[in-house]
């Protein structure tokens, strides 16, 4: 999610397959093609593309590509987990929510997921909920140890597009009811690497929204986190806008529909957005296609200001993306294609 903050300057509709493998024929040869196992931690509520980011994990979930295995959150405050178990129940999954605990308290307070949790017809609520109590949402880092001791080792791509507040306790997080793990050491054993939008590569006078909300936490992910970590910068998705004319259009086959009444809630309409978080989510999913382009290996740099640099070094465990305009227009057409499926709950009854 990215709010934009300066101190200074600045094809197929979808099918359920869940928790199976696919098979690919590949020269008349059967490859088993396992869904990916996600996490996606995200500060939801500070803005719109935290939602368009999920609407593509649920599309991914239905086409088979991925097991969305949690949703940790980064953000503090109701909205933002009561939000989530909005969207699940509309699109007809469960998937674990989690709260954060002793998050920042610097956020941006867009009022679109408060509008969507308290929109009334007729006196009542229009979304369902599947959880009614704040208290029965796991806790963010508690979420995390119970999924990775779960999950096989070195099998676990984590989607960050909020604050690090949830990766920085999960490092220091004590051996639990879960593992006898350190959080160091479970990170180590269960994931393969993160997918994460943060940082602005291209302009270091601008204080990136992600670090600079929570700067000690982004320091200690970046300098201590085990794993390798691809970072989508400010800038990649700030090149690629989601348009209105898409929410404004494709969508009238359901409605209400929680990500549409959020994005005409955020700002005034007709406004296209830039799809930071998007951009992290496609590249875990599908890198394999080679959307973007890429940095050579390195380390990114965060100073006590939230200013982000980044140092090539053969040795590093960082990379970045980087988009060109031809990557872009065709990343933003396939955005559209992907966002606008309808969801496999409602495709009978639209085609009816």
Same mark, same amino acid.
């Given at each position: 999610?990215?709010?934009?903050?300066?101190?200074?300057?600045?094809?197929?509709?979808?099918?359920?397959?869940?928790?199976?493998?696919?098979?690919?024929?590949?020269?008349?040869?059967?490859?088993?093609?396992?869904?990916?196992?996600?996490?996606?931690?995200?500060?939801?509520? +500070?803005?719109? &593309? @935290?939602?368009?980011?999920?609407?593509? =994990? /649920?599309?991914? *979930?239905?086409?088979? $590509?991925?097991?969305?295995?949690?949703?940790?959150?980064?953000?503090?405050?109701?909205?933002?987990?009561?939000?989530?178990?909005?969207?699940?129940?509309?699109?007809?999954?469960?998937?674990?929510?989690?709260?954060?605990?002793?998050?920042?308290?610097?956020?941006?307070?867009?009022?679109?997921?408060?509008?969507?949790?308290?929109?009334?017809?007729?006196?009542?609520?229009?979304?369902?909920?599947?959880? +009614?109590?704040? &208290? @029965?949402?796991?806790?963010?880092?508690? =979420? /995390?140890?119970? *999924?990775?001791?779960? $999950?096989?080792?070195?099998?676990?791509?984590?989607?960050?597009?909020?604050?690090?507040?949830?990766?920085?306790?999960?490092?220091?997080?004590?051996?639990?009811?879960?593992?006898?793990?350190?959080?160091?050491?479970?990170?180590?054993?269960?994931?393969?690497?993160?997918?994460?939008?943060?940082?602005?590569?291209?302009?270091?006078?601008?204080?990136?929204?992600?670090?600079?909300?929570?700067?000690?936490?982004?320091?200690?992910?970046?300098?201590?986190?085990?794993?390798?970590?691809?970072?989508?910068?400010?800038?990649?998705?700030?090149?690629?806008?989601?348009?209105?004319?898409?929410?404004?259009?494709?969508?009238?086959?359901?409605?209400?529909?929680?990500?549409?009444?959020?994005?005409?809630?955020?700002?005034?309409?007709?406004?296209?957005?830039?799809?930071?978080?998007?951009?992290?989510?496609?590249?875990?999913?599908?890198?394999?296609?080679?959307?973007?382009?890429?940095?050579?290996?390195?380390?990114?740099?965060?100073?006590?200001?939230?200013?982000?640099?980044?140092?090539?070094?053969?040795?590093?465990?960082?990379?970045?993306?980087?988009?060109?305009?031809?990557?872009?227009?065709?990343?933003?057409?396939?955005?559209?294609?992907?966002?606008?499926?309808?969801?496999?709950?409602?495709?009978?009854?639209?085609?009816?």
């Amino acid at each position: 999610m990215k709010t934009v903050l300066y101190l200074t300057g600045l094809f197929l509709f979808p099918s359920i397959i869940i928790g199976c493998c696919n098979k690919k024929q590949i020269n008349n040869t059967s490859v088993d093609k396992t869904p990916l196992s996600i996490i996606f931690d995200t500060d939801m509520g +500070n803005d719109i &593309d @935290d939602a368009l980011a999920l609407d593509m =994990l /649920y599309k991914y *979930i239905e086409n088979g $590509q991925i097991n969305l295995l949690a949703i940790p959150t980064s953000k503090k405050g109701k909205y933002c987990a009561e939000y989530l178990d909005i969207m699940n129940t509309w699109y007809g999954h469960n998937i674990p929510i989690g709260v954060v605990e002793n998050g920042t308290d610097k956020d941006n307070n867009a009022p679109f997921t408060k509008h969507t949790c308290e929109l009334k017809q007729n006196g009542n609520l229009v979304f369902n909920r599947t959880i +009614n109590n704040y &208290d @029965d949402f796991y806790k963010s880092v508690s =979420l /995390y140890r119970k *999924i990775l001791s779960e $999950q096989p080792d070195n099998s676990v791509i984590i989607i960050s597009v909020g604050f690090s507040t949830n990766l920085a306790q999960l490092l220091d997080s004590p051996a639990d009811k879960y593992s006898t793990l350190s959080g160091i050491e479970l990170i180590r054993k269960k994931v393969k690497y993160v997918s994460t939008m943060m940082g602005n590569i291209k302009d270091q006078n601008h204080k990136e929204f992600n670090v600079f909300c929570d700067i000690p936490s982004a320091q200690k992910f970046i300098n201590e986190w085990p794993t390798p970590i691809m970072i989508s910068p400010y800038e990649v998705g700030d090149a690629i806008l989601f348009p209105a004319q898409s929410i404004e259009n494709d969508f009238k086959w359901k409605s209400p529909n929680p990500l549409v009444i959020g994005y005409i809630n955020y700002m005034q309409m007709p406004y296209d957005r830039q799809t930071w978080d998007l951009t992290a989510v496609l590249y875990a999913v599908e890198k394999e296609k080679k959307f973007f382009g890429n940095s050579e290996w390195g380390t990114l740099n965060i100073d006590n200001t939230g200013a982000t640099t980044f140092i090539v070094n053969p040795k590093g465990k960082h990379r970045y993306l980087t988009v060109n305009k031809e990557q872009a227009l065709k990343i933003q057409k396939y955005f559209i294609q992907l966002i606008t499926q309808i969801p496999a709950k409602y495709k009978k009854t639209t085609l009816n």
